[in-house]
């Protein structure tokens, strides 16, 4: 009786690790030309921006219309072409939208804090994927964290794996 016992489990945990590891796999690496790069190139730049901002002004911009007079905007497509946008919060690339979803300025404990958005868009290649990074600045904290899902799969995204292409 234990020894069928333990083969039936141990046929639940071998199905269970089978459903499982596709859920955390790590995508594949971006490559330099790949529309995952384009996205996480774009992001950097807003947090350079943003980073630029922080210690001109010692706040973030706390909307898009802030960004892009400050001098953020993402690269069109080599066509002249962006992507068309559906509200003031965002602005298109070539094959993405840019948002800011959250901002906190707090000057008097010291507390900085943005997440910004890429969002694929539909009928594009991207499609499917939405890159997030968020920058936190404190007191006791200083750290980018960077990620995406492609069709609902999450994996960490290094905003240095993409170089401007030339």
């Given at each position: 009786?234990?020894?069928?016992?333990?083969?039936?489990?141990?046929?639940?945990?071998?199905?269970?690790?089978?459903?499982?590891?596709?859920?955390?796999?790590?995508?594949?690496?971006?490559?330099?030309?790949?529309?995952?790069?384009?996205?996480?190139?774009?992001?950097?730049?807003?947090?350079?921006?943003?980073?630029?901002?922080?210690?001109?002004?010692?706040?973030?911009?706390?909307?898009?219309?802030?960004?892009?007079?400050?001098?953020?905007?993402?690269?069109?497509?080599?066509?002249?072409?962006?992507?068309?946008?559906?509200?003031?919060?965002?602005?298109?690339?070539?094959?993405?939208?840019?948002?800011?979803?959250?901002?906190?300025?707090n000057p008097q404990t010291?507390?900085?804090?943005?997440?910004?958005?890429?969002?694929?868009?539909?009928?594009?290649?991207?499609?499917?994927?939405?890159?997030?990074?968020?920058?936190?600045?404190?007191?006791?904290?200083?750290?980018?964290?960077?990620?995406?899902?492609?069709?609902?799969?999450y994996s960490d995204v290094?905003?240095?794996?993409?170089?401007?292409?030339?």
């Open positions: 009786m234990r020894r069928g016992s333990m083969r039936a489990f141990s046929v639940v945990v071998g199905l269970s690790f089978s459903w499982a590891l596709p859920a955390l796999a790590e995508a594949p690496a971006a490559n330099v030309g790949s529309l995952e790069c384009e996205g996480i190139r774009e992001l950097k730049a807003l947090v350079e921006k943003q980073q630029s901002l922080l210690a001109e002004n010692h706040s973030y911009a706390v909307n898009l219309a802030e960004l892009i007079s400050a001098g953020y905007m993402p690269a069109e497509c080599p066509d002249g072409s962006r992507v068309r946008v559906s509200g003031p919060n965002l602005v298109g690339g070539c094959h993405f939208s840019y948002g800011l979803v959250s901002v906190v300025n010291g507390d900085f804090t943005f997440e910004a958005a890429a969002y694929g868009v539909k009928g594009t290649p991207s499609a499917g994927l939405e890159l997030y990074v968020v920058r936190i600045v404190s007191r006791y904290h200083d750290f980018i964290e960077s990620y995406m899902y492609r069709n609902g799969v290094d905003l240095n794996a993409c170089s401007r292409a030339d």
